[in-house]
């Protein structure tokens, strides 16, 4: 059975090239994140290997923050393609609202770690990728904290972020599969053009 025998009528169209690049290149930097942060933490690294690591955290963390802030303001400007018209209301709502709790996230998390980096006792400079200087933020000047009652809070803050991320990313990726493998209504095809239908065809309606 061909594609479009089993896509439902009126499915929707893709995103545009922007806003596919943009979503893929802060989706793959939030899973090089959340490795890195969870290695950072649990994994027994020598000490010259998680400063580097944590270097590299800070650098693709400001990364996800500037293209997040761009795929913002693109969403502001060019609207989104519809959702399939017989998806289900509270399913719609559900899928406005964990990509509301996303966005926060791919921004708030970066702006967290950046401010935790800025309150650290150590003030070890940013340099992105070891060539562009990032400044610090006045974090303990505008709250009036010292860094040593700023920084286990923004640490507590930046780590159960994570967690509530890796929540959303799992809870994203499995939705999407979900349309494409059992509902086959386009959903992901709208941000992968050309991905070809996989599992079971999408049983007709009886007319």
Known sequence: MTASAVRPT???P???WV???LHWTIGLGIIAMLVMGLAMTHAPIP???KFALFQLHKS???TILL???LRLLWRFTHRPPPLPGDMPGWEKGAAGGTH????GLMIGMPLVGWALVSASPLNIPTVLYGRIPWPHIPVTAWFGWTKAQASPVLADLHAWGGYALIALVLLHAGAALRHHLVLRDGVLRRMIPGLPWLGRP???SSP
Do not use: C, K, M, N
């Open 14 to 16: 893709r995103f545009t």
């Open 10 to 12: 009126g499915a929707s």
């Open 19 to 21: 806003a596919i690049a």
């Open 67 to 69: 293209a997040a802030a």
């Open 100 to 103: 509301v709790l996303l966005y």
């Open 60 to 62: 693709v963390g400001i």
């Open 202 to 204: 999408r049983p007709e």
């Open 47 to 49: 000490p010259a290997q």
